[in-house]
């Protein structure tokens, strides 16, 4: 599943999958059976617009927008989808 | 990036991430390999009452604790398991009910979808009903089958957990095929730990090392055929391995066990550690029990540990391994795992592995898991068998 990532893709969270925001831990989580992530700050906001409805240029565009002082943000958006491909957090939306 | 974590980080003071509450101790199964306390019928009788379950959930919410296993014995066999499903749904816990499947009603199922329980982990024995029926002590066969049809239906996430032995494990293959086939989402081939029922069973289910080295190859075969479709998790048992497990994560560190009457474990069976009085919910609460009560500080950290694990360079990696089972096996809780190469008392491994290779041992009848075997044994009359484990419970 390495296939590059198209701006105009729509992902969602992969099913039976959970991503909230957790007070004690001071950041957001990933929930599935048998098993949890703790996402860092850069990570828990990418994947908190991977709503089944934006595509991937619009997160990126998001993300831009909400944190415009940070340089190349593209490619970390990028990355950090592909990453979440590769461990099936996330699927593509037909 | 993102970091995987099962919740062992060193964030100090750690919380609980993960809460387990044995809500009952009574089950219609009789697992030759259950890991419950060997006189777990001393404890049957005072369970905590709703209004006490609700109490924990909500304090343990609030320490931070995030993953729930609901489990018992069965856990079905409660009525109020919808309350407490319901409670825990709307608190955000991510929640997880533990069962053998008796007891699981359409009706019930419909009501945990709509309390917001997040899986079902359902456990299987073997694809054949003799096995099956044997190993559990019922005839549960059918009604398992069942029970994943109905999971399915439901569209919860497909658990299955399988306690691997002598048993089941040349049926490996099989196992993984019926999984796929019934539309498994994740499996768990968990090889015996010998604690409780199981270490008195220990001669009796433990496989050879060229049978668990085949089931490996075979688990890992299908992961490859099958890929993300469904995951396999291989839990490899500690007899064989070189090394012991980091027990827990750690003591005190990331699990909290509530068992059916109320006491307040780091782990399943640290009861039998002598010298240790464990917090009960009913007396002080859960945020002294996992913050300031001794039990709980007892095994934190590294400073109780003694050579060779004190000055060992892997000592991070598995904390001189699990407290229960040293204690057990050995008598002293404070030495080396003698699953550990580098312990002084390993031989009581290799001793054990020899031992179940001994047909005449390895064929003696099993004690099943039930009330009267239990009492037995809480009333000191199976001290011949239960002796050689220390203070077993
Ligand atoms: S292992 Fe078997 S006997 Fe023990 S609690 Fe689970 S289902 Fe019941
Ligand atoms: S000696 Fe102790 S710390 Fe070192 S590897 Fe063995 S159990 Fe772990």
Redesign the interface.
Known sequence: MSDKIRSDQVFGLAKHYRFQWEEAQGGYVLLFPEGMIKLNGGAGEVIKRVDGKKTVGEIVADCKAAFPDVPDLEADVLAMLELAVGKTWITLKE | ???????A?LNHPP?P?WLLAEITYRCPLHCAFCYNPTDYATHTQNELSTEQWIKVLRDARK??A??LGISGGEPLLRDDIEEIVAEAGSL?Y?S?LITSGVGLTEKRIAEFKRGGL??I?LSMHDITKDINNFITDTNTFELKKKVAAMIKEYDY?M?LNVVIHRYNIEHIGEILEMAEAIGA??V?LANTQYYGWSLLNRAQLMPTREQLEKAEAITNKFRERVG?KM?V?FVVPDYYADRPKKCMNGWGEVFMIVTANGDVLPCHSARSLPGLEFPNVRDKGLEWAWNESPAFNKYRGDDWMKEPCRTCPEKEKDLGGCRCQTYLLTGDPEGTDPVCSKSPTHQIILDAIEEAKNPQIASRPILFRNDKNSRLIADGELSEIVKPFHALP
Do not use: I
């Open positions: 990036m993102a970091q995987q974590n099962n919740g980080s919380k991430f320490l931070g995030l993953q955000g991510y997880n997040d899986h982990q996430p658990v989402d994740f768990e993300n995951k998790f």
